[in-house]
């Protein structure tokens, strides 16, 4: 195998990959999680809220309530995804809490009036939702990723494709006291193939090793 044949393969792996896994990767650990996490049974994942940057030309022809929309919708398909990959965790066997269904959280946030997650302690939010511990974040991207969002920008302004770059900023909080147990910061780069779901894989492969609901 010649260097130019070596080095079309290694970019074919990466582009179905769908992302980047060099990027660069903070990781924060209380040092009693794990004692911690023993006693919790069952957790929550909140809406991201989500950050979306489009390009100047696109920003001219949507207005700040459908860029508000497509960002929400972001954060709710973060949710879903995050919800999707503890399941998948808990079918085969390693996962050692209860994920609550983000229906049910969402429309617990809802009869509550609450659309704003930063103006609560995650304490208060925690105890709103009856859950041991919550996973909140936030998220940006340089263009819709969810399939939703995709489509809704794609007939507004006539673009569509993946992502080119996504940050994900996501922590784990003490139901109790709201103490931080976990943060997971990773910044990745998207190709071909990039949506939320593989987003969430990749954030999380690597994670989930420190993460103490996992074995």
């Given at each position: 195998?010649?260097?130019?044949?070596?080095?079309?393969?290694?970019?074919?792996?990466?582009?179905?990959?769908?992302?980047?896994?060099?990027?660069?990767?903070?990781l924060y650990e209380h040092a009693n999680f794990e004692a911690i996490a023993r006693d919790h049974q069952v957790i929550a994942i909140l809406p991201f809220a989500a950050k979306v940057s489009l390009r100047p030309k696109q920003m001219k022809e949507i207005t700040p309530q459908q860029l508000k929309e497509m960002e929400?919708?972001?954060?709710?398909?973060?949710?879903?995804?995050?919800?999707?990959?503890?399941?998948?965790?808990?079918?085969?066997?390693?996962?050692?809490?209860n994920v609550q269904d983000p229906k049910k959280t969402n429309a617990i946030l809802l009869s509550n009036e609450i659309d704003n997650l930063a103006l609560f302690t995650p304490e208060a939010l925690a105890k709103l939702l009856e859950v041991d511990a919550v996973i909140t974040g936030n998220f940006e991207t340089d263009k819709p990723m969810s399939d939703g969002a995709s489509i809704a920008l794609g007939l507004l302004v006539g673009f569509w494709g993946s992502t080119n770059a996504a940050t994900i900023n996501m922590s784990v909080n003490n139901g109790v006291d709201g103490?931080?147990?976990?943060?997971?910061?990773k910044r990745v780069s998207g190709s071909l193939?990039?949506?939320?779901?593989?987003?969430?894989?990749?954030l999380m492969r690597k994670a989930s090793r420190r993460l103490a609901y996992t074995k």
């Open positions: 195998m010649n260097k130019f044949t070596f080095k079309l393969l290694v970019l074919s792996m990466l582009l179905l990959t769908g992302y980047s896994t060099t990027a660069q990767t903070n929400t919708g972001e954060g709710l398909s973060i949710q879903s995804s995050m919800y999707t990959w503890f399941l998948q965790r808990k079918k085969r066997g390693d996962l050692l809490v103490e931080l147990l976990w943060n997971y910061n193939g990039s949506n939320t779901d593989s987003l969430i894989n990749i």
